[in-house]
């Protein structure tokens, strides 16, 4: 209701003013949680890496594993993937994997949050890519914004099979001219002649069924290391207590630059797709290949025609000596 | 779409039949990631524990936070909280806290994901208690089952003020008898005396829109501590590989009798709402207490009247120089 949320949120902002808490104080408080929630993230991989490279093994054993985990994978995955998409997976994806390769790379100083995401496909009709690897940094921003950034990652569709129309490699081509340097066209914040056909190219195309694989297309905002470091560096300086340059306001020509970019994303939701693969899908991915057949299972149950010989729950083809307890429901 | 779903999931249990691993194996991994995920949780709780002291001396500054906090609450926490339940808690709750119990306490060994929930009131009107703490011990049974149980907490209502209508006075009643070990009825499995009588409460009582306050009833499976520890102790010799003595399955007369206790379980979802309190809501109230601020400042946007004096996406009553950057979206 509306009304009852506008009641509470004036409410917070009139507790908020009158205590002697000021905002900032809040948002100090929860950066120091953020970065406590770094460590751990960095101390969990440390962790668990001999356990994914185990579980790989395992894995890489059963035909079809990944296909089926991602077959079954909770909406926030699932709702991208298109019948045709799905066909391609299903017969050609044998591997599935994601690494924090900030840390696990020699520079064991960088980011664990920013994860690379690799696909590794058997030979297929669609594409010549035995990978497909797709890397997101995090990365924060000079406005405070912190998050995801990527790059595109060019596919070789195969003659008339490609997936994204055509989308995919525009932005690739438009991508390549940003980074030549040579991206600037006679007006600033006027798209130039490789964006012009990148937003044409969206304008003509229904972006509602957009193929799983136009997510390889996802860039974010566009915000480099250095200028990351240094706004890392000076929010530390702040909360230190010291003298720090005020943020320079964008100028309205960068505004305008960002909402072209903007605009030209063809998967605005690049970056949440990559935490559900990585946070979610990666870690479950075992609970999702069985959870499956628990449910078939048990729906089988309303069906059972009184043959004794099926035990109510659990998996067929399991022997008598191999009774493992049900999975439990894993703390996320 | 149930045939789609049937199809996967047999095409999975065929894809695991075919390969050389079993069941047991995937089992076995999943065990062992849930360990490093526990040692995690500790590493997580000693960490954090400094930064949740220096949060509450600075909450503790602004008034009906808590109250507020909860009326912003996530659906999984906010269907449970009555209209009634909010004008108490928004007129007499100070404070909420959540403690890992078995690792905070002397014995450093216990179970980290055991949590402590505690709500402080200011005197009021219905109960006389100042303090209402619930602990959920999280046990694994002997059928590898694991998760939160609890035990009925007691609130002293006042006069014609209870808000459960009697039903939490029965659950206490019910579960005394069951703990003084004198709660055999004549049949075992059939209900005795106090269960009879919360049993017809239950049945009398439309359980759709019951108080926030029946969550302290909740009790949920009957795992002692020293079933727990055992069950843990066969499981990690049996992934050893050591011989462990079989599993006892249930007697009909134990079924009937866990049947009977989760039919009188009046909050059957009591511990997942201890865990949306202390996984979501107390590590996240700063962001849900100032999300429901920036939200009505987005919407205000939406009525504008060309005032340039405002701010879209500050804060009211922020000052110039208190220019701070919006809370980043959390990863959890």
């Known amino acids: 209701m509306a009304q009852e949320a506008a009641f509470t949120s004036s409410a917070m902002a009139t507790a908020l003013e009158n205590s002697s808490v000021s905002y900032e104080e809040l948002a100090d408080i ?7 929630e770094t460590e751990i993230i960095r101390q969990q ?5 001999p356990l994914y490279v185990k579980r790989a093994e395992l894995l890489s054993k059963i ?3 990944w296909p089926l985990v991602l077959e079954q994978a909770p909406p926030d995955i699932d709702q991208f993937i298109q019948p045709s998409d799905s066909a391609l997976l299903l017969s050609s994806l044998t591997s599935l994997s994601v690494d924090n390769f900030e840390i696990t790379s020699a520079d064991k100083n960088g980011d664990p949050r920013s994860v690379a995401i690799k696909f590794e ?18 990365r924060t921003a000079a406005d405070g914004w912190s998050g995801l ?4 990652v060019k596919i070789n569709w195969k003659k008339d099979k490609d997936l994204t129309g055509g989308l ?13 340097g040579k991206g600037a066209s006679s007006k600033k914040g006027e798209p130039n002649d490789a964006q012009k056909a990148l937003m044409k190219k969206i304008e003509g195309t229904g972006m509602g069924g957009l193929s799983f694989f136009s997510w390889f297309g996802f860039i974010g905002r566009r915000v480099t290391e250095e200028v990351s470091k240094e706004a890392i560096k000076r929010e530390a300086a702040r909360r230190k207590g010291e003298k720090v340059a005020e943020d320079e306001p964008m100028t309205e020509e960068q505004e305008d630059q960002e909402d072209l970019e903007m605009s030209l994303e063809i998967f605005p939701d690049g970056d949440d797709l ?8 990666w870690p479950g991915a075992i609970k999702y290949f069985t959870q499956a057949q628990e449910q078939d299972a048990l729906s089988d149950l309303d069906f059972e025609s009184g043959d004794e010989d099926d ?10 000596d191999d009774e493992a307890p049900p999975l439990k429901k894993m703390r996320s």
Do not use: H, M, R
């Open 274 to 281: 990559a935490i559900a693969i990585a946070e979610d899908l």
């Open 311 to 320: 035990e109510a729950g659990s998996f067929q083809g399991l022997s008598d």
């Open 168 to 180: 995919l490699d525009l932005v690739i081509k438009a991508w390549e001219v940003e980074q030549s």
């Open 121 to 138: 496909f058997a030979e297929n009709e669609y594409f010549e890519n035995k990978v497909l690897e797709k890397k997101f940094w995090y």
């Open 30 to 36: 929860e950066k120091e949680f953020d970065d406590a």
């Open 45 to 49: 991989v440390a962790l668990t890496a």
């Open 149 to 152: 950034v990527s790059e595109p």
């Open 63 to 65: 035909e079809n594993f």
